[in-house]
């Protein structure tokens, strides 16, 4: 894809404040720290347009950018991170749930999980919360750089095996190196353009 333009438009907790449907849109879902900024500033060629940080956490709303004039881009918050207040971990997963439940422009998802870790419950939801209600989804196995590619392998076939998929389904991804970015575009543009 060529990138001709992003922009961030604005944040969101609840439909009344989303952006308009006009676009058909691409979300990103993961633990938090996974590395979802980096991927979206990687894919859209930004350095800082989608707000980065070593902290977990940070993305504590939902937050869209338009590709092009023509694709909507939505950052999920990140999950799973235990020094964020009760309060506010209680208010993700239906902020999240809703925005999956609501918005008719989806037109699929982005899990990423790293690589260094085993999916965990969460992950193992989403997934299944996409196959049940038909939500097109690839997974991005992400921070790729900081293994060997033959521990990476061993990752890419254990991550596999959890989720219940075939090993070459998944897409190794290091914004660092880009490996994988042209990848990850191909099979969201066959969701833009099926």
């Not at 042209?182 to 543009?189: A, N, Q, Y």
Request: charged share 30%; aromatic share 8%; net charge positive.
């Amino acid at each position: 894809m060529i990138i001709k333009e992003a922009e961030f438009i604005k944040s969101a907790t609840k439909p009344g404040e989303y952006t308009d449907p006009l676009y058909p849109e691409l979300a990103f879902a993961g633990r938090s720290n996974v590395g979802k900024s980096s991927l979206i500033n990687t894919l859209l060629n930004r350095k800082k347009l989608v707000k980065t940080s070593s902290k977990p956490g940070c993305t504590q709303l939902i937050n869209f950018f338009t590709l092009n004039n023509e694709i909507s881009i939505v950052d999920l918050p990140g999950y799973g991170y235990a020094k964020v207040s009760k309060k506010i971990r209680a208010q993700w997963g239906p902020m999240v749930e809703r925005y999956l439940s609501v918005r008719e422009t989806l037109m699929a998802m982005v899990l990423l999980v790293d690589i260094r870790r085993d999916p965990g419950k969460e992950e193992l939801g989403l997934v299944d919360w996409f196959e049940a209600h038909r939500v097109p989804y690839i997974i991005v196995v992400t921070k790729a750089d900081k293994l060997s590619k033959t521990k990476q392998q061993v990752r890419l076939k254990a991550i596999a095996e959890s989720l219940g998929m075939e090993k070459e389904t998944l897409i190794p991804f290091s914004s660092k190196t880009r490996l994988g970015r042209d990848r990850v575009w191909k099979e969201l543009e066959a969701f833009l353009n099926p």
